[in-house]
């Protein structure tokens, strides 16, 4: 049951497909207080109320405790106070005695209070006045998603190619290092299927140009990566340079496409490129302008992007200079004066993104100008649109990659999104793992961080670790900045455990394609939390550190450093696989209760729950070569069960095909139980209540 009410004179910021009549009257479940500056809607939490949801935000699965602030922010040091991340994803479902959904439609800046200024009292604040809230009914958390998902429409949709393994680093400066990084995989038996170029591929930064002295045949250089299964993918960032004879600069200049300052001369931001322009990706013309421009690169035969900078991010601004250099002048070591010193500081870090600077531009969304930060959440989720739209047009047959850094609900109908610069720490592992449910609630399924961590030097066994966790994940890309500790697997020595790890992804690459296209087409979730799939058992609800994947298993990753293995709790039997690479495993099964299971840096745990199977095929050293026709089985069970493998050519379009649904099923016959599939099986290991 889902209710509709309409505040003010709300823009359209495409978030809801679902075609859902208003009501009258007011929002129920939550009291609502309007000031002359914000409306507030409050609700009083029962103690035992969990609250789920806000997508890519900080602290854990449960809200409660902390305050978050959607605003979609370039947070490269994301540490445990932060209350704004890259995406706004305003979707919370509180949960307990009962259950209620509530997403708050509104483009500009709002502010999540889950019992931070007072433990019990749940606050939402809008500054806008003009937005729309919708509160959901259901049974439980998971009901409620659903119906969430189903209003919000598909997600987006990732060619099977993106689930291979993908190396990235800032930066790669020409096509030999490219070659260089492919070689080594390839030398070390470390699977790979793509390789990231970031920023220095570029021709001075600007967009869709690739930069002829680094590589002096691009589309040659494509080709000879695609032929040893590599595809390449660019990144694409927000700021277009200003700079005489761009072309994409002149047009967008000419046409009126870029952002405008109140008095209509083309606003200016520091990024990347020096002085840049910013699209205007609310305005549809120059949202398929920009869109059309992608054509660039896959006429090269590029396959996929990630949009960046698009929240949208600035270094600073002329009007954020001027302040800046008064406040220089103004500083003098005679007077030494500590808080003039701390100002300083604060003022030249707090260019970069400044409040003031989004109120200096304006969009223009049909015909009326609106000031950018009433608009903000919804930037960069346009410019995945662009792109997404644009790819409906340029590769209407073949999907594409597509992910972006800044997001809003509804852009994961276009693209998927990585989750930022996160730091080499194993909070930040943790927090990797405690997100991904929470972006799955909100449609963002195709998703993962920078494994090994973006920012600070990794460690091998922090890189391990977290390989352990993103071998789930379908994003799993390992990306680091500039300047930091090489990370690059083959870079950290003892490179066959490496190699294993990620060998043991692409065994399980049919699985998880599988539960992935499934959590697609039926509006569902890939990662759950404990409690979606154990309703009834409160002890579940508590744990944050365990996931349901798909239909067949739970995870429990190992997130410390020096853990030689990790207490987990069962919320019923369940059969536990240690895999030390695709074919080298230990079984056990335990009952429904707590364990200490014990998994080596080099090791993997998965539980197969009671009545499930697990499919996995042999491993390869990229997908091209994956070959799905011979599997084995891995089942946990007494009796018949089934499993509906989802499987298609991974590539084009054509989803609702019924052959793209494969039986595997355990039967008994004269008394045995064993496998059936139209594949074949190569072997079954199953496992029973007695063993
Ligand atoms: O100001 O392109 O989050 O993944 O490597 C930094 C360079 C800009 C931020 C992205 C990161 C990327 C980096 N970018």
Redesign the pocket.
Known sequence: MIKKYIFGNPIETGAVTANIEPCEGVVEHFNEIETDESIIFNYAMHKEDIVYGLGEANRGMNKRGGIYRSFCT?V?NQTEEKQSF?GAHNFMVITGIISIGIFVDCPGEVCFDIGYTASDMLNIRLESKDFVIYIIEGKNAYDIVKQFRGMTGRSYIAPRWAFGYQQ????YMNEDEIREVVKKHRENNIPLDAVYM??DYMERYKDFMVSDEAFPDFPQFVREMRESGIRLVP?I?AGVKIEEDYDIYEEGKEKGYFCKRADGSDFVAA??PGKTHFPDFLNPEARKWFGSKYKRLTDCGIEGF?N??NEP?M?FTEEGEKKAKQLVSDFDFDANNPHKFFELGGTIIGLANRAEDYKNFYHNVDGKQIRHDKVHNIYGANMTRAAGEAFDEISPDKRLLMFS?ASYIGSHRYGGI?T??NQSWWSHLLMNIKMMPSLNMCGFLYSGA?IGG?GCNTTRDLLMRWLGFGIFTPLIRN?S??GTRRQECYNLGDTEDFANIISIRYSLIPYLYSEYMKACLNDDMLFKPLSFEYPTDSFASGVEDQLILGESLMLAPIYEQNARGRYVYLPEDMLLVVFRSSSVRRYKVLQKGIHYITADVNEVPVFIRKGKLLPLCRTAQCTDELDTSMFELIAYTDDEIKYIMYEDDGISKDYDNKDNYIPFEIKRVDGILGATSPKTIVKLSLFGQND
């Open positions: 370039d490269p890259y990235s680093r800032w930066s970031d920023i990144i960032d990024v990347w990630w960046d900078m991010a270094f850094r990585w930022g610069d920078d973006f990306h900045a500039k």
